[in-house]
């Protein structure tokens, strides 16, 4: 029925992930899903929100909006098995790709000394000519960067204060819903916990006015895709960059 290309799943043998995005619910449409296989593996996946999402809702003033969606984000991530939820507030919707915002994730990567460091989709469009956020290129870009900078001490070292050490093992970047993606992981089992976590961006949800839209219909939408690639039900996919020359 589908002549979807084949995916490889996604490398499970490492301990630590970071989870860099611009904004609250950016891992809650797909990706989620897959942190919550994997915190049932006992890894530990840390979140960075660049923004609090504070210009998300037409209605609603930032000064309400920003605190607002991250309660909204910190219940998201728990019903995904993540505890550890960090805001750097830098401004939503006008963020700069620059050696500013590389500053900023590359002393989140020297704090939690990630394995791996993931975001989603950075590229021009997701697919066809559905066009893609500024926020979320310029994230994805600076993270590309960041941990290779979060590696060398000569890169922003006034960071290097109070024990903080460089950290140069992030191995890979893993880039969530991307149309270039190579990889995916299986997600048939902890769909239930994707879904309940994009019901809890209740607020942002309902200020979108989307008149009769269903979160698990549409996440099923999206995660069924992915599981064609991969031969299974359910399915988050990823592209893949690797670091390094090996
Ligand atoms: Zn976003």
Not at 56 to 82: K, T, Y
């Amino acid at each position: 029925m589908s002549d979807a290309p084949r995916l490889e799943p996604l490398p499970e043998d490492w301990q630590t992930a970071l989870f860099v995005v611009a904004h609250p619910d950016d891992i809650e449409y797909g990706a989620a899903a897959a942190v919550a296989r994997w915190t049932g593996q006992g890894k530990r996946v840390v979140y960075c929100m660049v923004t609090s999402g504070e210009a998300g809702i037409d209605g609603l003033h930032p000064d309400e909006c920003g605190p607002l969606r991250e309660a909204e984000e910190i219940a998201s991530a728990r019903a995904v098995g993540v505890d550890e939820v960090e805001f750097l507030r830098l401004p939503d919707g006008i963020l700069e790709y620059g050696v500013a915002l590389r500053g900023s994730i590359a002393e989140v990567v020297r704090r939690h000394r990630p394995d791996v460091a993931l975001t989603i989709n950075f590229r021009e469009t997701f697919g066809g000519t559905n066009l893609n956020q500024a926020d979320h290129i310029a994230v994805g870009r600076a993270l590309l960067d960041a941990v290779r900078d979060a590696g060398n001490r000569w890169v922003f070292p006034e960071q290097l204060t109070d024990g903080l050490e460089p950290w140069g093992g992030v191995r890979a970047v893993w880039a969530g819903g991307s149309p270039d993606a190579t990889h995916a992981v299986d997600v048939t089992d902890t769909f239930d916990a994707g879904v309940a976590s994009l019901k809890e961006h209740r607020a942002y949800i309902e200020g979108l006015g989307w008149e009769g839209w269903d979160p698990e219909e549409f996440l099923d939408g999206i995660l069924r895709g992915g599981g064609q690639g991969l031969g299974v039900t359910h399915a988050a996919t990823f592209e893949v960059f690797p670091l390094g020359w090996g």
